[in-house]
């Protein structure tokens, strides 16, 4: 999973794969240029898990 910094709208969009054209989530901009970020999926599975994982 990976993430870029909008410099648009200054948020964080999230994706699962790395090529293809990127498109700001919240803004709509084509961010396809932005540098891109690795996500930990153990950071993101921590976040969305639920009590007792
Ligand atoms: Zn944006």
């Not at 948020?11 to 700001?24: E, F, V």
Request: aromatic share 10%; proline share 6%.
């Amino acid at each position: 999973m990976f993430h870029k910094h909008c410099p648009h709208c200054q948020r964080t969009s999230y994706s699962a794969t790395d090529h293809g054209q990127w498109l700001c989530p919240y803004c709509g901009k084509d961010i396809t240029n932005e540098t891109l970020y690795p996500v930990d999926k153990r950071q993101v599975t921590a976040k969305d898990s639920r009590d007792g994982e």
